[in-house]
């Protein structure tokens, strides 16, 4: 599948919007926020056209009892996908339209990261310039590459991440 990087489009927060109605009825009492994350919850950012979702929820034990009818949604259930205390949710295939992570209230480094990155780069235009430059060359280098667009923008995340961090919990 080709990597493809776009402008910003002012959809992609209606699509948050339309998927954060749907969650709420699912998750009810069980979700405490819900959060547009990702490139494309940042305005102004090029970014590949999937919708980032950080739910936050009581207790993540629970949340595989949400399994079938957020299947019936059109999301595919992945569980931690690699990331410990995580719950991931994909929808779409060709082309992926939605990535749902879900994460246990306590679970502070991994909400406040995806978050702070989030905020960082709305308040730091700049930063969000290079990195918006950045993923479309890694895509016009690695455009059948998904490994080798990730691994091009490791080091630049990592940066972005421990910057944004210490600037989010000065906040």
């Known amino acids: 599948m080709e990597i493809e990087i776009h402008n910003p489009h002012h959809e992609w927060h209606q699509l948050f919007e339309i998927e954060k109605s749907k969650f709420e009825k699912i998750f009810e009492k069980e979700m405490l926020s819900i959060h547009h994350i990702g490139s494309t919850a940042v305005p102004g950012l090029k970014a590949k056209p999937i919708i980032d979702i950080l739910v936050v929820v009581e207790n993540i034990e629970k949340v595989s009892e949400f ?9 595919e259930v992945l569980g931690e996908n690699g990331i410990e205390g995580r719950r991931f949710f994909i929808k779409g295939v060709n082309p992926r339209t939605h990535h749902i992570h879900v994460f246990q209230k ?29 993923k479309v060359k890694l895509a016009q ?21 421990q910057k944004a961090l210490a600037w989010y919990l000065k906040c």
């Open 67 to 75: 399994n079938q009818k957020i299947e019936g949604l059109g999301y």
């Open 106 to 134: 306590d679970n502070s480094l991994d909400i406040n990261r995806h978050l702070a990155v989030r905020n960082y780069l709305i308040n730091h235009n700049h930063v969000a310039n290079e990195y918006g430059k950045l």
């Open 141 to 161: 280098q690695f455009p059948n590459d998904r490994t080798g667009y990730s691994n091009g923008k490791d080091h630049f995340l990592k940066q972005l991440e």
